[in-house]
């Protein structure tokens, strides 16, 4: 299972050309890459498109006022049209912008108070405009990416496996502290979980282990290297990262990795650790 | 007056034992010739007999090619320590007061030999190039008798070597190497020309005793008479010079000698024509000088010499030129050999080069003699030479040991020339004792027993092999056979002392994974004044980190550094306050500990061997202070950052680390278990420290005045940094000028008195080692600074009187040899004051205490693992036989397989052992410091407790029992023999012994848990329990170790078995029975559980950690399920059929993951489930409305159930309205009139919440932390989803629907049913309606909806009250066909 979790890079790239020939952002187009590559386990292809659809609309996507009502004007006109359809599944796609961006963009139009915008968009159903309230609804429901629902998923995820984890790592009887605890002692920097007293994974040591509820690419991968893992390495030493979503098997060839953390898709097994023995 | 001696002894004029006696200083009776002796200076002496060693011993050392190399450095000491001293005297220093043979006063001195230097620099560095080309010692000797020579050496010795001081000015890098590179190649060019001669003599190389006698008379004359002589001499010298003339040997380097040349005639034009000065000062350099010119030239020069003096202003700036042009040429000739330190800056010189390198074909040419040990002559004379030299060196009265020994082994691997063993031979049988050291054979023989008189310190100091190596030399064996035997068996004791230890201590401790923890108590926000502050580190500390990577990373790929200096400059902007220097400044000074202390054996298997295979292995020295390539980041760290506070903040961090690692107490009494391995390596650890902290701290003092500003545009990495120019003399005026600026500064620690206190302590071999590498980190003129020159005084003074052999002082040997070793070292360095040594005056007299000094701390490993530059000499040795048989050097290294163990199940078990270390480091560095010496402390203390407790008890009790079965074996074999009966007891000693070691290890063990429990719980409250388990480990590794060392034979039961057996035999049977034992049998405590920190276990663990069926069934990840649901939405919305098969599990799950007991739920997922199952049933119920069955809606109902447990129950049934509003009907009646406003109100976002949530919500809430807060607000959230089913948008979907009719009649079902489980009430419902009916709609949508509304209203007329379905009804029929009007 974890092998097939180390994803090889001609695979990943042909993700990545075939995500590109995409023209919607829209949850069915994702449909049909699953159903290309439906031997992965749809968490990591989930994450991997999760991944490049933010990428892509980290640069097609800006939230301004002026886009928002440039976006409203486009609404109007196509709402006037009898033929009504999806109207925002259309405008988004033709704008190249996730549609529940794009719904969004357009309900921060008509709501000045951003936060009644934000109230609407987690509910559709408290939006007055019949029709808005409608389109907003399809738009929604049709992007798993963006809008309150992909939020809540990725929030739930993130949380679910730390708390597997937790589990894990109870299991073995292995104490730790948390982050909440590191936090209140003054620490600085605080991974998921650091160790009380260190183990070895496979004979390398580990001293901190960070969940990672998502896919490993090279990308996000040296994001969290700048941004947490190095920084976790020079406080408290190697450690481990669990990409439980797989990861790029390039990444197992970068310099930090098996220098200053492991990588796992899995918690490791019971064998291949090794504690500290205690034995008075 | 010393000059003299030599002769005098040598003839026999002056008492061998008398005169020894004199060099230890021992009081000497009076005789005739004790005048001599009495007024002579001891160190003068020293001087001059060195020098006379070195000159009698030149032309052999020429022919050892392994030799120049290092010889460079350290060939003359006594050169240096003339122009040392000369210079010394110029300067106007008021410490100085002994100037015992200064008769000028110092400002002409000084100014003279500032006036004249210049000149004197291209006339030597001339020279240098020139004597390549003659080889001559011997024509020296031919001409010694000379009064002209005699005269210079006279001069020399007075007035010195300026020049060589000046040509350490030159050269900075290679400062000493001057005087020496010359002679190496002598050989080669030597030719013959008798004539040259003279040149040697002048050159300040006192050939011969005659020498020293004349110059002792001259020397009471004043300088005058000396210029006198040698402008006498001068000319004479002139006319010899013509053949030296580059031309007259071609052979040697055409090219180079007219290069030569035609650099000298530049020099040449601005002495010439100069008033004559009356400094007798120059003459040394003319002389060289001439040697160099072609003799018209030299002619003129000596003219010139003389006024060159007079005007040294003017020519300053030409000499400026010249010398530069000098030091490029000196450069490239050290560069041709080899020579120049690795640090150097070779870039620098742009001259073409000189070749020299002739010596091949010179080789074939020349015959060689070996040494013979039948054919010494004069052998009673070499043995006083003998003598004296070990006087010397027994007393400390020569400053460095190891180079004497170099000296003598470089001796003892040359052969001779040769012509020049004839000329020495024929001198010799001539009775001349000139040449008594110039046959090969017994300058051999002087080498071999001198050596042998330094057996003792050689066997410290060579390794097994060059042990080998010189005891297997057939010289040794010939001239001198103890000598060979001693070395061969010393080897052997080594090979064997090795193979013990090998088996003693395999592993030291692991090399660090180059991380500096987290440290809880220094490093946390409490220790920063601001939250700025400790953020700004935060962010610091990784860039420092970053950029040691970036360093790293550009050292393997050889990037460029360019950017070094920026980065550091944003690492130190980023947080500027003193708080955020300081935190760095200790990061910084704990990575460069933890990175740069040499690694152990264990682990560098591996690197070892790629570091064979990789590495060159030309033996690199280490004659210089320098820094290995890890240290080179710091000091470039240190050196681009050009902040002073900064540095200030780190100097401190270095201080206060040197500090206390320099009071560790190592070797207390008071600790019984520490046996002698531990305080070595204990030692080795805090030594290292203390040695690469020093040589920083005195890097970084010393930095602002050797600094030279960089060039900002260069680029700073790729080459290395420049060598500081520390080890160059500045001029004079600038020194003077410097010292009179700083003489009254004090260095930042108390060097002084942390010495003296050492020594009082006998800690020395702490802190001079320290003390050396800070020493010989500071610039040239920081060392002449009053508070160091009276802190060398104070170290001369130890090395004296403290370091010698000879006297029992306590202290153990290699300690000594370790000590001297290395502050001859110090001594050595180019920029060191050796001046100094010849004035001690400070007397520092203390008992000492028993300490660190006199353990037997130092091992052969630590000696060349703290004494880099010992190697050298063993290098010299293992290098040569090599280059003797083949004519290259080729370096010859003995290499000691690396071995690696092929039981895979030792490997196994190995492996696992090495881990399970590896994570106690691990482990222990992760704690905070503060811990680490508690548990230290703990185990010490617990340790020693139970080594008190264990002699106290169990000790005293077998001690009991063993005698009581003794008395009882006695008794028993009363009538056997003696022997036998001693046999039996002993045998049954032992194993009493064997019992109760056994024995106290276990009882010892249960005290040990129970202490170190009790301690650890006093101490540290929170400490895990893998901390108990380290201390109960160390402590019973310890005890462990005591046992075995202290309770190794039956002595601790019986002092006397034979004596206790006659004993007992006498008493017989009536023997009284001794009380029996006192077992106090230990209480069996049980170990004190250890306090964890963990909070009490909770429902929560529980769950988490419950067997992994029941976890999976309980726990539901919902993040799956919410995307299913939304996708079964969205297939509905596109008109796809959903399959049962996929909805119904679904739909199930979704009830269980929104239970409160799944682990991996959270309020915003069941809120986001229960959201998209109202969808669902909406969209349902447009799409499919046949599929809105009972049997649907109920499987919907188990979520919406588990999400909303809490529900109002059916309000209307139960007439609880009162509950509901009093405050607004209190008679019940009015309901319309109260329900009246609501629709007014049309704001339909904010619709009253019908429901009132019972306080038990919150704790029937997830239990999730971070949530609870919000909790009600969501919970109470979770209704109004259905509070909302009748919105606009759900009746535009609706509208949308392909079969209007059933999907209204569907609604109807989907609204009754809700009705009936309570998720609607009536009133929301109504008021619903009355929302909807407010927006235009077109005509068929309320009429739909009016259907609706009366199909709800009759499906619940049965359960409701009937005002509701009168208002439903009212509002259909009303609102039906009302087409836009009714509002407004």
């Known amino acids: 299972m974890s092998e097939c979790k180390i994803m090889k890079l001609e695979i990943y790239n042909a993700i990545v050309d075939d995500f590109s020939m995409l023209t919607s952002f829209s949850r069915r187009a994702e449909n049909e890459l699953k159903k290309k590559y439906n031997q992965l386990p749809p968490s990591t292809l989930g994450s991997i498109i999760s991944l490049l659809v933010q990428r892509s609309m980290k640069q097609s996507y800006r939230k301004s006022p002026v886009i928002s009502s440039k976006y409203h004007d486009l609404y109007e006109e196509l709402m006037t049209d009898k033929s009504k359809g999806n109207v925002i599944m259309k405008l988004s796609d033709c704008q190249g912008v996730s549609p529940a961006l794009f719904a969004r963009s357009l309900l921060q139009n008509v709501y000045s108070d951003s936060a009644m915008a934000k109230k609407c968009i987690k509910d559709t159903t408290l939006i007055e405009d019949k029709d808005l309230a409608y389109q907003v609804f399809m738009g929604i429901m049709n992007d798993n990416q963006y809008g309150p629902y992909a939020d809540i998923i990725k929030q739930s995820i993130g949380l679910e496996y730390e708390l597997r984890l937790e589990r894990e790592l109870r299991l073995m009887n292995i104490t730790f502290s948390d982050e909440n605890i590191l936090r209140s002692r003054g620490y600085d920097k605080t991974p998921d979980f650091k160790l009380d007293v260190p183990i070895a994974v496979d004979g390398f040591i580990v001293n901190w282990v960070e969940s990672k509820a998502l896919f490993g690419d090279e990308e996000n991968h040296s994001g969290y290297l700048k941004e947490q893992l190095s920084c976790y390495w020079n406080r408290f030493g190697p450690g481990l990262v669990i990409y439980w979503f797989g990861y790029l098997e390039t990444l197992n060839s970068k310099p930090e990795v098996n220098n200053m953390f492991i990588l796992r898709t899995n918690f490791p097994e019971k064998a291949s650790i090794t504690q500290y023995r205690i034995d008075l | ?1384």
């Open chain 2, 1 to 1384: 007056m010393p000059e003299t001696i030599i002769e005098s002894v040598l003839s026999g004029k002056i008492d061998i034992a008398l005169f020894i006696k004199w060099l230890g200083n021992e009081p000497v009776e009076d005789s005739n010739e004790d005048c001599v002796l009495l007024c002579c200076n001891r160190s003068e002496f020293v001087v001059q007999f060195l020098s006379y060693l070195r000159n009698q011993t030149d032309n052999i050392l020429q022919t050892n090619t392994n030799a120049h190399q290092v010889l460079q450095y350290q060939n003359t000491p006594e050169k240096i320590i003339n122009s040392r001293r000369n210079h010394h005297r110029s300067i106007s220093d008021p410490t100085s007061d002994d100037r015992t043979m200064d008769n000028l006063s110092v400002k002409t001195d000084r100014q003279r030999s500032h006036e004249s230097s210049p000149s004197k620099d291209r006339k030597r560095a001339g020279r240098k190039v020139k004597t390549k080309l003659f080889t001559d010692d011997k024509k020296d000797q031919s001409v010694s008798s000379d009064e002209s020579r005699l005269s210079c050496g006279l001069e020399r010795i007075v007035i010195s070597s300026t020049p060589l001081k000046n040509g350490v000015k030159d050269h900075p890098n290679l400062p000493l190497a001057s005087p020496v590179t010359p002679r190496s190649f002598r050989e080669y060019e030597r030719c013959d020309t008798p004539r040259l001669s003279h040149r040697h003599s002048r050159s300040h190389e006192k050939n011969c005793l005659g020498d020293y006698l004349v110059t002792a008379q001259k020397s009471t004359k004043k300088k005058k008479v000396v210029k006198n002589i040698s402008n006498d001499d001068t000319t004479d010298s002139s006319i010899v010079l013509d053949l030296s003339n580059s031309e007259m040997f071609p052979e040697i380097g055409v090219r180079k000698s007219s290069s030569l040349r035609s650099e000298r005639r530049r020099i040449k034009p601005t002495n010439i024509d100069k008033p004559v000065a009356q400094k007798s000062y120059s003459l040394n350099s003319f002389t060289s000088e001439c040697f160099q010119q072609p003799s018209p030239l030299a002619l003129e020069d000596n003219v010139a010499f003389k006024q060159q003096s007079l005007q040294p202003k003017e020519s300053a700036n030409t000499f400026e030129v010249e010398r530069n042009m000098l030091k490029q040429e000196r450069h490239k000739l050290m560069e041709k050999f080899n020579i120049l330190n690795t640090s150097t800056s070779c870039t620098a010189i742009v001259t073409p080069q000189i070749k020299v390198s002739h010596k091949d074909s010179f080789e074939k040419n020349i015959n060689y003699i070996k040494s013979d040990c039948t054919k010494i002559v004069f052998k009673d004379k070499i043995d006083i030479l003998i003598e004296i030299y070990n006087a010397l060196l027994k007393n400390n009265l020569i400053l460095s040991v190891i180079t004497e020994i170099y000296f003598l082994i470089s001796i003892l691997l040359s052969k001779q020339i040769e012509d020049d063993y004839v000329t020495a031979e024929t001198n010799l049988s001539n009775n001349n004792l000139d040449f008594i050291l110039k046959s090969i054979h017994n300058c051999t023989y002087f080498a071999v027993k001198s050596l042998w008189a330094q057996r003792v310190v050689l066997e410290v100091i060579l390794d097994k092999n060059s042990l080998k190596i010189l005891g297997e030399n057939k010289k040794v064996r010939s001239f001198y056979p103890d000598l060979a035997k001693f070395l061969l068996n010393s080897y052997g004791l080594k090979c064997e002392a090795e193979n013990n230890q090998e088996r003693k201590n395999p592993t030291e401790s692991r090399s660090s994974n180059g991380v500096i923890c987290f440290n809880l108590e220094t490093d946390n926000i409490d220790n920063f004044p601001t939250v700025a502050s400790f953020q700004n580190f935060k962010k610091q500390r990784d860039m420092f980190y970053q950029i040691l990577g970036w360093y790293q990373e550009t050292q393997t790929s050889g990037g460029s550094r360019t950017t070094f200096r920026a980065r550091i400059k944003t690492l130190l902007t980023c947080g500027q306050s003193p708080a955020n220097y300081a935190h760095l400044a200790t990061l910084f000074t704990a990575h460069m500990l933890s990175e740069c202390l040499p690694q152990n054996t264990q682990e560098s298997k591996m690197s070892k061997l790629q570091r064979r295979l990789t590495c060159p292995t030309a033996p690199e020295s280490h004659r210089l202070p320098y820094f290995s390539v890890k240290e080179l980041f710091y000091k470039e760290f240190i050196m681009y950052t050009e902040n002073e506070s900064f540095r200030v903040h780190l100097r401190d961090a270095f201080a206060s680390e040197i500090i206390i690692l320099d009071s560790t107490p190592i070797a207390i009494d008071d600790r019984t278990n520490a046996s002698g391995s531990d305080i070595s390596r204990e030692y080795l650890q805090v030594s290292r420290k203390l040695n690469l902290l020093a040589k920083f701290l005195g890097f970084v003092l010393a930095l602002p005045y050797t600094q030279v500003p960089l060039d900002s545009s260069k680029s700073v990495g790729a080459v290395r940094p420049p060598q500081q120019p520390s080890h160059a003399p500045p001029k004079e005026r600038v020194l003077e000028n410097n010292l009179a600026l700083r003489n009254y500064s004090q260095p930042s620690l108390d060097l002084k008195g942390l010495l003296i206190n050492s020594y009082k302590n006998s800690r020395i071999s702490i802190t001079i080692p320290w003390l050396v590498h800070y020493l010989s980190q500071l610039d040239y003129t920081t060392l002449r600074l009053k508070y160091y020159q009276e802190l060398l005084k104070i170290i001369f003074n130890i090395y004296t009187d403290k370091l010698k052999l000879s006297t029992d002082n306590g202290m153990k040997k290699n300690t000594i040899i370790y000590l001297k070793s290395i502050l001859g070292w110090l001594f050595d360095l180019p920029h060191f004051p050796m001046e100094l040594f010849y004035e001690k005056t400070i007397q520092i007299t203390v008992m000492c205490e028993v300490n660190i000094d006199c353990y037997d701390v130092i091992d052969e490993s630590m000696l060349f693992e703290l004494c880099p530059f010992l190697k050298d000499v063993n290098v010299l040795l293992s290098t040569c036989r090599v280059s003797h048989d083949q004519k290259e050097v080729g370096s010859f290294r003995h290499i000691t397989p690396v071995s690696l163990s092929f039981n895979t199940e030792d490997r196994i078990r190995n492996k696992e052992k090495e881990l399970q270390s590896r994570l106690e480091e691990e482990f222990l560095r992760s704690q905070p410091s503060s811990w680490r010496r508690v548990l230290e402390l703990v185990v010490e203390r617990v340790t020693a407790g139970c080594v008190r407790e264990l002699a106290a008890r169990p000790l005293a009790a077998a001690r009991a029992r063993a005698r009581a079965r003794a008395r009882a074996h006695v008794a028993a074999h009363a009538r056997a023999d003696t022997t036998a009966l001693l046999e039996s007891l002993q045998g049954l000693y032992l194993e009493q012994l064997q019992q109760v070691r056994t024995s106290a290890l276990e009882t010892a063990a249960t005290w040990i848990r129970t202490r170190s429990a009790h301690a650890l719980a006093a101490l540290l409250p929170a400490a895990p329990p893998a901390l108990h388990a380290l201390a109960v480990k160390g402590c019973l590794g310890r005890l462990r170790k005591w046992i075995d060392d202290n309770w190794t034979t039956t002595a601790i039961l019986c002092k006397d078995i034979e004596a206790e057996m006659k004993a007992l035999v006498s008493l017989g049977e009536c023997a009284s029975w001794a009380g029996a034992p006192p077992v106090t049998p230990a209480t069996p405590a049980t170990p004190a559980s250890p306090a964890t920190p963990a909070s009490p276990p909770t429902t929560d663990l529980r769950a988490l950690t419950a067997p992994a069926p029941v976890f999976h069934a309980a726990n539901v990840s919902p993040a799956p399920l919410i995307i299913h649901l939304k996708e079964q939405i969205c297939l509905l919305l596109e008109d796809e059929e959903p399959s049962d098969e996929e909805l119904t599990p679904l739909l199930a799950n979704c009830a269980t993951s929104c239970s409160p007991s799944n682990l991996f739920g959270r309020l915003h997922t069941q809120r986001a489930i229960l959201q998209l199952s109202v969808d669902l049933c909406i969209v349902l119920v447009t799409k499919r409305p046949d599929k809105v069955t009972e049997a649907f809606l109920l499987k919907v109902n188990a979520i919406w159930n588990t999400c909303c447990p809490d529900r109002k129950k059916n309000q209307s049934e139960e007439t609880s309205l009162p509950d509901r509003r009093p405050d607004l009907s209190p008679d019940f009646r009015n309901f319309e009139d109260d329900r009246a406003p609501t629709p007014v109100s049309d704001d339909d976002v904010k619709v009253t919440t019908p429901i009132i949530i019972s306080p038990g919500v919150i704790e029937l809430a997830n239990s999730q932390k971070e949530e609870v807060n919000c909790v009600e607000d969501n919970k109470e959230e979770f209704l109004e989803f259905f509070e909302r089913v009748l919105c606009p948008r759900n009746i535009v979907m609706l509208s949308h629907s392909k079969s209007p009719g059933p999907a209204w009649s569907a609604m109807a079902t989907f609204l009754v049913f809700l009705l009936h489980h309570h998720y609607l009430s009536e009133d929301s419902l109504t008021e619903q309606c009355l929302a909807v009916y407010r927006q235009d709609w077109p005509q068929n949508v309320l009429e739909s909806l009016s259907t609706c509304m009366k199909s709800v209203s009759s499906q619940w007329s049965r359960s409701s009250t009937g005002k509701f379905n009168l208002f439903l009804d009212f509002l259909a029929e009303y609102c039906g066909d009302m087409e836009y009007e009714p509002m407004e």
